[in-house]
């Protein structure tokens, strides 16, 4: 019941920007962590940006200059602002989020289906 839904990816230029976003739904107390990950091809997933429930952040080494990861708690709504884009960012991006349950206290990881993000001239 609990539904990752991504949106924002699609074709960009080279030193473009794109915003990604990432909504939450279904039965949840409340929301956690929540993080970004990617996958170029033939690679394997990596860490992108996490984000605490009090807003604290953490980035890849390579990649902080240039993303911002962020949330909206009212909305349960994830956001990852990518600019100064390379070839090299190309890849499916992922939404993860660690949540409550409503009806238990019990604690799960759910995903989003990605969104792929191309970075190309």
């Known amino acids: 019941q609990v539904q990752l839904v991504e949106s924002g990816g699609g074709l960009v230029q080279p030193g473009g920007s794109l915003t990604l976003s990432c909504a939450v739904s279904g039965g949840i107390f409340s929301i956690n962590a929540m993080g970004w990950y990617r996958r170029a091809p033939g690679k394997q997933r990596e860490l992108v940006a996490t984000?605490?429930?009090?807003?604290?952040?953490n980035y890849a080494d390579s990649l902080k200059d240039r993303f911002t990861i962020s949330r909206d708690n009212a909305k349960n709504t994830l956001y990852l602002q990518m600019n100064s884009l390379n070839d090299e960012d190309t890849a499916v991006y992922y939404c993860?989020?660690?949540?409550?349950?409503?009806?238990?206290?019990?604690?799960?990881?759910?995903w989003g289906q990605g969104t792929q993000v191309t970075v190309s001239s």
């Open positions: 993860k989020a660690d949540w409550t349950g409503r009806v238990s206290s019990n604690r799960f990881t759910s």
């Open positions: 984000i605490t429930s009090g807003g604290s952040t």
